[in-house]
């Protein structure tokens, strides 16, 4: 249940990130959803993209750090309140999120989001619990 | 591990300064009839060579320092005549105009025992294979230690430096069981016999002999797990004589055994020039008691250390330095703390428990110094959680406030974003202008 990120370390100047998605764009391999952390040095790129491996690969071939982690996609439902369906089950049980990031799924009128949590096979046990739709890594990279 | 010679590297101490008392005396008179660099710096200094009557009047002598040397390049601190000359060496003169040395006969002997001694130290006896990764030339390395290997009667593979996918097959097929080189270098053939699917753990070495740069125990620690055998420090200088002036034992690992029977060290204030007592850290200034064709009288070395003469596990009763920590040139003051590249190596070491390389960045603003080093974020230190690496440079930070006692900002860096020069980090970038 979980899906596959990879994140970038990158020195905070300017067109930084446009060359590791240039990277990308070169090897053929598609961004389905990225996060940009900062501070006033350095950023760490979060990415789901279509082949994790290809995009590992050829970052590093490139220079860059490279880092991989587990993180869980959830359909989040388009009204007010869908956000909270999701986190309050978790809440509720001591679990907490390091980072989250959104993007809107094509397929559906909903989002989906993605999670890092601090203990992923206990999150995604009681998410499982309160019914609460999970996506498989390959049907985020697929999407 | 057999000492190589016994009455002489275990001798009492007060019989090895009788020794050195008269042969310092015999170098002294040689130096000041035939060198007028010393004739005329002992003149300028008030003394000649029969003022100096016990080791403690040393200190009325004179320092040489490297630009003693540079004045009177190229063979003005000869000794001898050229017809008694076998050998000349030179420093690689990257700082300067280079510094050329010379041997006798009997100085060549001397040195090929010396360097036998520092072998056995090491652990490497006559049924040894040696790989000899220094490199042959002008430089004393290579040939230094080639010569103590033969006069050792190891079995000596002359590889030099360099062509190095072709060292880790000769490793592979001739079985050394002893290899010498630069730390560097010898780190360099490690990644390259990993690039090569060979793995040192896999060769035949028990013991390294490296030396000829400054390393960390930090570095000392990677290049043993990395290779999977002991690594022994060697220390030497073309000035005094070449690879093979101190060693470590294998025993102790602690402190460089001088050899004292043939050169007397003194630490010195490099401030002040006071000679302080043992123990205590400072520069270290060498002179030779035995050499003949280029005797050195209290030359500075600009390597930082100090003495210890307290009796060793292996038997030796020569005084031991410490590793050296780095040279007078590289200490950087910040505000008004003295800091060495080395230092912050450590830290690192002990912060991260790797070594990721890393540069000394020094700026003054105003009439205020600041420190920032910046860490290259290796795979192996990377997180995907900020918090993680912001606290990871708090945490080297404070440790550097710690042990260093120097406020510094850590900054964290992309990899290959320290700049390289042949293959070497440069470690300080130092913006001040003083």
């Given at each position: 249940?979980?899906?596959?990120?990879?994140?970038?370390?990158?020195e905070n100047?300017?067109?930084?990130?446009?060359?590791?998605?240039?990277?990308?764009?070169?090897?053929?391999?598609?961004?389905?959803?990225?996060?940009?952390?900062?501070?006033?040095?350095f950023?760490?790129l979060?990415?789901?993209?279509?082949?994790?491996?290809?995009?590992?690969?050829?970052?590093?071939?490139?220079?860059?750090?490279?880092?991989?982690?587990?993180?869980?996609?959830?359909?989040?439902?388009?009204?007010?309140?869908?956000?909270n369906?999701?986190?309050?089950?978790?809440?509720?049980?001591?679990?907490?999120?390091?980072?989250?990031?959104?993007?809107?799924n094509?397929?559906?009128?909903?989002?989906?989001?993605?999670?890092?949590?601090?203990?992923?096979?206990?999150?995604?046990?009681?998410l499982?619990?309160?019914?609460?739709?999970?996506?498989?890594g390959?049907?985020?990279?697929?999407? | 591990?057999p000492?190589f010679?016994?009455?002489?590297?275990t001798?009492?101490r007060?019989a090895?300064?009788?020794?050195?008392?008269?042969?310092?005396?015999?170098t002294?008179?040689?130096?000041?009839?035939?060198v007028?660099?010393?004739?005329?710096?002992?003149?300028?200094?008030g003394?000649?060579p029969?003022?100096?009557?016990?080791?403690?009047?040393?200190?009325?002598?004179?320092?040489?320092?490297?630009?003693?040397?540079?004045?009177?390049?190229?063979?003005?601190?000869?000794?001898?005549?050229?017809e008694?000359?076998?050998?000349?060496?030179?420093?690689?003169?990257?700082?300067?105009?280079?510094?050329?040395?010379?041997?006798?006969k009997?100085?060549?002997?001397?040195?090929?025992?010396?360097?036998?001694?520092?072998?056995?130290?090491?652990?490497?006896?006559?049924?040894?294979?040696?790989?000899?990764?220094y490199?042959?030339?002008l430089?004393?390395?290579?040939?230094?230690?080639h010569?103590?290997?033969?006069?050792?009667?190891?079995?000596?593979?002359?590889?030099?430096?360099?062509?190095?996918?072709?060292?880790?097959?000769?490793?592979?097929?001739?079985?050394?069981?002893?290899?010498?080189?630069?730390p560097?270098?010898?780190?360099?053939?490690?990644?390259?016999?990993?690039?090569?699917?060979?793995?040192?753990?896999?060769?035949s070495?028990?013991?390294?002999?490296?030396?000829?740069?400054?390393?960390?125990?930090?570095?000392?620690?990677?290049i043993?797990?990395k290779?999977?055998?002991?690594?022994?420090?060697?220390?030497?200088?073309?000035?005094?004589?070449?690879?093979?002036?101190?060693?470590?034992?294998?025993?102790?690992q602690?402190?460089?055994?001088?050899?004292?029977?043939?050169f007397?060290?003194?630490i010195?204030?490099?401030?002040?020039?006071?000679?302080?007592?043992?123990?205590?850290t400072g520069?270290?200034?060498?002179?030779?008691?035995?050499?003949?064709?280029?005797?050195?009288?209290?030359?500075?070395?600009?390597?930082?250390?100090?003495?210890?003469?307290?009796p060793?596990?292996?038997g030796r009763?020569?005084?031991?330095m410490?590793?050296?920590?780095?040279?007078?040139?590289?200490?950087?003051?910040?505000?008004?703390?003295?800091?060495?590249?080395?230092?912050?190596?450590?830290?690192?070491?002990?912060?991260?428990?790797?070594?990721?390389?890393?540069?000394?960045?020094?700026?003054?603003?105003?009439?205020?110094?600041?420190?920032?080093?910046?860490?290259?974020?290796?795979?192996?230190?990377f997180?995907?959680?900020?918090?993680?690496?912001?606290?990871?440079?708090?945490?080297?930070?404070k440790?550097?406030?710690?042990?260093?006692?120097?406020?510094?900002?850590?900054?964290?860096?992309?990899?290959?974003?320290?700049?390289?020069?042949?293959?070497?980090?440069?470690?300080?970038?130092?913006?001040?202008?003083?």
């Amino acid at each position: 249940m979980r899906a596959e990120q990879i994140s970038i370390f990158l020195e905070n100047k300017a067109g930084r990130l446009a060359e590791v998605t240039a990277i990308l764009r070169d090897a053929d391999v598609n961004i389905r959803a990225l996060s940009l952390a900062d501070t006033t040095d350095f950023g760490i790129l979060r990415l789901i993209v279509n082949d994790n491996h290809r995009a590992e690969e050829i970052l590093k071939k490139e220079g860059f750090t490279v880092g991989k982690t587990n993180v869980i996609a959830v359909e989040v439902d388009d009204n007010p309140g869908g956000l909270n369906q999701v986190l309050d089950p978790l809440t509720s049980e001591g679990i907490n999120v390091e980072y989250m990031y959104a993007f809107a799924n094509p397929n559906r009128k909903n989002a989906i989001m993605i999670f890092r949590f601090d203990n992923i096979d206990k999150a995604i046990k009681i998410l499982a619990k309160n019914n609460i739709a999970v996506i498989k890594g390959e049907d985020v990279y697929n999407l | 591990m057999p000492i190589f010679n016994m009455d002489f590297e275990t001798m009492p101490r007060e019989a090895l300064k009788a020794i050195q008392l008269s042969r310092l005396k015999t170098t002294l008179e040689k130096v000041y009839a035939t060198v007028p660099f010393y004739r005329d710096s002992f003149k300028k200094a008030g003394i000649t060579p029969q003022d100096i009557n016990s080791l403690d009047d040393m200190r009325r002598i004179p320092f040489t320092t490297k630009q003693d040397l540079r004045d009177n390049y190229p063979y003005g601190m000869f000794a001898v005549p050229m017809e008694n000359v076998v050998r000349i060496h030179a420093s690689s003169g990257t700082t300067g105009s280079p510094t050329v040395v010379g041997y006798t006969k009997r100085d060549i002997k001397t040195w090929s025992e010396l360097m036998a001694r520092c072998l056995a130290a090491g652990g490497a006896t006559s049924r040894d294979i040696l790989h000899n990764a220094y490199g042959y030339g002008l430089f004393t390395g290579g040939l230094g230690v080639h010569y103590g290997a033969e006069r050792l009667g190891a079995s000596v593979i002359p590889v030099s430096g360099g062509n190095t996918k072709r060292q880790i097959i000769i490793m592979k097929d001739f079985k050394p069981t002893i290899l010498t080189g630069t730390p560097s270098y010898i780190l360099h053939l490690a990644e390259v016999a990993e690039e090569m699917g060979v793995s040192f753990k896999d060769l035949s070495f028990k013991a390294g002999i490296f030396g000829a740069e400054p390393w960390s125990e930090a570095m000392r620690e990677e290049i043993e797990s990395k290779l999977g055998l002991k690594a022994i420090d060697i220390y030497g200088l073309s000035e005094i004589m070449g690879p093979g002036v101190s060693i470590e034992c294998i025993q102790a690992q602690n402190g460089l055994h001088i050899f004292e029977d043939h050169f007397i060290p003194e630490i010195i204030d490099p401030i002040t020039e006071e000679v302080l007592p043992y123990g205590e850290t400072g520069e270290l200034v060498f002179t030779s008691i035995t050499k003949e064709a280029f005797p050195i009288i209290r030359y500075r070395t600009r390597d930082i250390t100090s003495l210890n003469a307290e009796p060793c596990i292996c038997g030796r009763t020569h005084v031991r330095m410490k590793k050296v920590s780095g040279r007078t040139d590289d200490m950087l003051i910040i505000r008004g703390v003295n800091v060495f590249p080395s230092q912050i190596e450590d830290v690192l070491m002990k912060s991260e428990n790797i070594l990721p390389h890393y540069q000394l960045v020094v700026d003054r603003s105003g009439n205020l110094d600041s420190l920032t080093v910046k860490v290259e974020v290796s795979d192996q230190i990377f997180s995907d959680q900020i918090k993680n690496l912001q606290n990871m440079e708090a945490k080297i930070s404070k440790d550097i406030k710690e042990y260093l006692g120097v406020s510094a900002k850590v900054m964290l860096v992309e990899p290959k974003a320290i700049e390289r020069s042949q293959g070497k980090a440069i470690r300080v970038i130092d913006n001040r202008n003083i």
